[in-house]
């Protein structure tokens, strides 16, 4: 971090200890950019952020409270690469007041990086998911299952036989019933049933009882300034 800091002498010192402890003279938010052309370099640097940042939440020292609100939101979670520190922050955060919102494109991603194992207990420490639009493949069946759930239903099935003795022709109806464990919402549903639709994008909310629809307003935010300022020592 060191040599970040000296390539851009001109600007405010800033700790994220002090703004994560709520000390006077720290701003509401913090926006942290991460670079296209230096991709390892910065995941690196923002890694390194998120796992100080949850170092200290977790640790004893930092007390637990009902009032504070700081929440980390983590876009395109899988180019942060590895990040050590972020299942003990799902796992003692909220009892600090300290949430993560992380955006992801492919669950896939997290399993390549975590493993399959890590990856799935990583998704069940958030308790609310929203799910948008997916490809209509195998991994998004699986999707609907692992992640949403499951349901049961019940079928009726009927059968008619018919026979002929000596008294005529009889026939018979057997009714039988089955149980079937099936998805809550189907894989082509995530496919062709979400997505932006005119102004609007619908999506599924999943953790809060039932399973919700919702469609949410378009927005466009208007650009501010540049996202990123080269240093004269990067190299180019």
Same mark, same amino acid.
């Given at each position: 971090? &060191?040599?970040l800091a000296q390539?851009?002498?001109?600007g405010?010192?800033?700790?994220?200890?002090?703004?994560?402890?709520? @000390? %006077?003279? !720290?701003p509401?938010?913090?926006?942290? !950019?991460r670079?296209?052309?230096?991709?390892?370099?910065?995941?690196?640097w923002i890694? *390194?952020?998120?796992?100080a940042?949850a170092?200290?939440?977790?640790?004893?020292?930092?007390?637990?409270?009902?009032? /504070?609100r700081?929440?980390? =939101?983590l876009?395109?979670?899988?180019?942060?690469? &590895?990040?050590?520190?972020?299942?003990?922050?799902l796992?003692?955060? @909220?009892?600090?007041?300290v949430?993560? $919102?992380?955006a992801l494109?492919?669950?896939? !991603?997290?399993?390549?990086?975590?493993g399959?194992?890590?990856?799935?207990?990583?998704?069940?420490?958030?308790?609310?998911?929203?799910? =948008?639009?997916?490809?209509?493949?195998? *991994?998004?069946? +699986?999707?609907? @299952?692992?992640?949403?759930?499951?349901?049961?239903?019940r079928?009726? !099935?009927t059968? +008619?036989t018919?026979?002929?003795?000596?008294?005529?022709?009889?026939?018979? $109806?057997?009714?039988?019933?089955?149980e079937? +464990?099936? %998805?809550?919402v &189907?894989?082509e /549903?995530?496919?062709?049933?979400?997505?932006?639709?005119?102004?609007?994008? &619908?999506?599924? $909310?999943?953790?809060?009882?039932n399973?919700?629809?919702?469609?949410w307003?378009?927005?466009?935010?208007?650009?501010?300034?540049? %996202?990123?300022?080269?240093?004269?020592?990067?190299?180019q």
């Amino acid at each position: 971090m &060191r040599p970040l800091a000296q390539n851009w002498v001109d600007g405010k010192p800033f700790s994220f200890i002090d703004w994560l402890e709520d @000390r %006077p003279g !720290q701003p509401s938010v913090v926006i942290v !950019q991460r670079s296209g052309k230096h991709s390892d370099l910065s995941a690196g640097w923002i890694g *390194a952020i998120v796992d100080a940042i949850a170092a200290h939440a977790s640790d004893e020292q930092f007390p637990n409270s009902q009032r /504070r609100r700081i929440f980390l =939101c983590l876009d395109e979670l899988a180019a942060l690469k &590895r990040l050590r520190s972020l299942p003990d922050l799902l796992d003692v955060g @909220r009892n600090k007041g300290v949430g993560v $919102i992380a955006a992801l494109q492919e669950v896939e !991603q997290l399993q390549s990086i975590y493993g399959a194992d890590t990856a799935t207990s990583l998704l069940k420490r958030f308790r609310t998911k929203i799910v =948008c639009q997916q490809n209509q493949d195998a *991994a998004t069946d +699986e999707l609907t @299952r692992t992640l949403i759930g499951m349901r049961t239903v019940r079928i009726e !099935q009927t059968s +008619e036989t018919t026979t002929k003795g000596k008294d005529g022709v009889s026939t018979s $109806i057997a009714r039988t019933k089955q149980e079937k +464990e099936v %998805p809550v919402v &189907r894989g082509e /549903r995530l496919a062709y049933d979400l997505g932006v639709f005119d102004n609007k994008v &619908r999506a599924l $909310i999943v953790g809060l009882g039932n399973i919700v629809e919702i469609d949410w307003p378009m927005t466009i935010w208007p650009k501010r300034h540049r %996202p990123d300022k080269e240093s004269k020592s990067t190299p180019q």
